[in-house]
């Protein structure tokens, strides 16, 4: 097969000799790929046979839904609900694991919607669907008259009670036939792709979840002598955008330039990331599936981690950051598996310091440094996640650091690159969305939330009041630079007579070296040294 690298960012991400392999035949037109974290098998609908399949590797393929209503689209919420559109009843809906259908949307405005078409859930538990006509064809669906008179984009926010009208989050009459949609890896923004129009748009996503300043990412997806339009549309981690098109797959990268070709036997119509590392791409194309291995891996989604499941391992094959390459670790790192004390939670606090999306997610201030690459190869935030549910359910205090600078910076010294940095790259600002927390992060009822202007968590906050009135002199320390508000915050905390407990797997810096000389060298003097399970476990 031979794929097309256009430009050298696409040898980065994926072998322009990479076999695509031939899974399975027989169908009439598949849809909606979707792997399962927990399971390791995909789920791909065949509309017209309506009908449910699933693709095991090393089992094959099983029927597990007919009728399936024609289901088209499909995604798992973060607790592995699976969100199926249905075509022939123009419906979303959710099914639970035990098997239970909830209708989650039918109407806008008491029209009956089009026929839902493309699916996706946010980290905030929203999610967002397309709405074209083709549910509503011989073949593809249902035939009926249309009630809507225009094809729009929709959600249902997190608050969404089943049976409720969704939101319209773009102009109704923007898309001719909207299709493919996908969030960028940090979900500050949103593309959505139209068959007809053969392009691709780009979204900012605002605060109240709603589709804004649109503009065109691509356009001219198409080509007379090639089957294949915009359908499927998936991104990976480092932003890159993945579409159905002529021949298979184009790849666009996250300024819209393509970059690559990815070639397929027969019309491409969706994919999805799946395989243990979520490296994988599994295509469904007209009568058959395939999959094809590639050097990156998918974005992460809510469910690629949701309870119970497999959190997605950094891909071997992953590449750091253009602007700071990480460095190969040249020794392992200096960490107690297991600790020999139990750790009392009445007297322990746990700081998540910095978790900010300009500091270590894609599109914030920082992400040149390398710092989102290095918080994926970490998977801190899911990391300290789950530390910080199983400390709070002990009793321990929680307290969220923040670094917040006030509009322009003023009266911030400038006196340090670190400093000038802030003021310059207007990172951090109150009340924008580079300052909000990482999403999955958010403090919950109960935790505290001090604000500071230093790199280390006592200078300028009220940390240590909380600490000395809360009665704790124990310290679960995590966050975001290692070698800096980390460190810096690990090292006085010692200096105050405090324990400072530092899980490795719960901070990430820049790039991997200099997390490693941090964990290795300064940190083994101030702090115990483990990692989050370790610490899980010695809560009790």
């Not at 990156?296 to 950051?321: C, D, H, L, N």
Request: aromatic share 8%.
């Amino acid at each position: 097969m031979a794929h097309k690298a256009i430009a050298d960012g696409f040898h980065s991400i994926f072998d322009v000799s990479a076999p695509v392999e031939h899974l399975a035949s027989g169908f009439i037109f598949t849809e909606g790929p979707l792997w399962h974290p927990v399971e390791q098998s995909l789920m791909f609908s065949d509309m017209p046979g309506d009908v449910r399949r699933k693709y095991t590797p090393g089992r094959g393929v099983t029927e597990i839904a007919r009728p399936s209503n024609k289901g088209n689209g499909m995604t798992y919420d973060a607790e592995l609900n699976l969100l199926v559109c249905e075509h022939a009843t123009s419906s979303v809906v959710r099914i639970r694991p035990d098997g239970r259908r909830e209708v989650l949307c039918t109407h806008f405005e008491g029209r009956e919607l089009n026929s839902p078409n493309d699916i996706i859930a946010a980290r905030d538990g929203s999610i967002y669907f397309t709405d074209p006509t083709y549910g509503r064809l011989e073949h593809f669906g249902v035939p009926r008259p249309l009630q809507m008179g225009f094809q729009g984009v929709y959600r249902l926010p997190p608050n969404h009670r089943p049976g409720d009208e969704p939101q319209l989050v773009v102009d109704r009459y923007l898309f001719t036939q909207p299709n493919g949609l996908c969030f960028s890896p940090c979900q500050r923004w949103m593309w959505v792709n139209d068959t007809d129009q053969a392009n691709i748009r780009m979204f900012d996503v605002a605060d109240d979840g709603r589709l804004v300043n649109g503009r065109v990412f691509a356009g001219g997806i198409k080509d007379d002598q090639l089957a294949g339009l915009p359908d499927g549309m998936k991104a990976d981690e480092h932003g890159n955008v993945y579409v159905t098109a002529p021949g298979g797959v184009w790849v666009y990268s996250f300024h819209g330039e393509l970059i690559g070709k990815i070639e397929c036997p027969e019309m491409v119509a969706n994919l999805h990331w799946g395989g243990p590392d979520w490296s994988t791409l599994y295509l469904c194309a007209s009568t058959s599936l395939y999959r094809v291995q590639t050097r990156t891996r998918g974005q992460q989604e809510a469910f690629m981690s949701a309870r119970g499941g497999v959190a997605p391992a950094a891909s071997t094959a992953s590449t750091a950051s253009a602007a700071t390459p990480a460095p190969a670790v040249a020794s392992p790192l200096i960490l107690k598996d297991r600790l020999d004390f139990r750790i009392d939670p009445s007297r322990t606090a746990m700081i998540v310091q910095d978790m900010q999306n300009d500091v270590m997610i894609d599109g914030g201030a920082f992400a040149a440094t390398g710092s989102p690459e290095h918080a994926r190869q970490q998977n801190v935030v899911a990391n300290i996640a789950r530390l910080v549910d199983a400390a709070r359910a002990r009793g321990v205090m929680i307290i969220h650091v923040w670094m917040v600078i006030e509009p322009g910076a003023p009266y911030l010294a400038q006196h340090a690159a670190l400093m000038q940095g802030l003021k310059t790259e207007k990172a951090l600002v109150r009340d924008t969305w580079g300052v909000k927390p990482a999403p999955g992060l958010e403090p919950r009822a109960g935790d505290l939330v001090v604000e500071k202007m230093s790199m280390s968590a006592w200078e300028t906050s009220r940390l240590e009041s909380y600490l000395h009135h809360g009665g704790r002199d124990t310290i679960i320390n995590c966050g975001s630079w290692t070698n800096m508000s980390v460190e810096h915050t690990a090292r006085t905390g010692a200096d105050k007579g405090f324990h400072m407990i530092v899980p490795e797997d719960a901070c990430s810096s820049m790039n991997a070296e200099w997390h490693q000389v941090s964990i290795n060298y300064a940190m083994q003097n101030v702090a115990t040294v483990t990692r989050a399970d370790a610490v899980i476990a010695a809560l009790g």
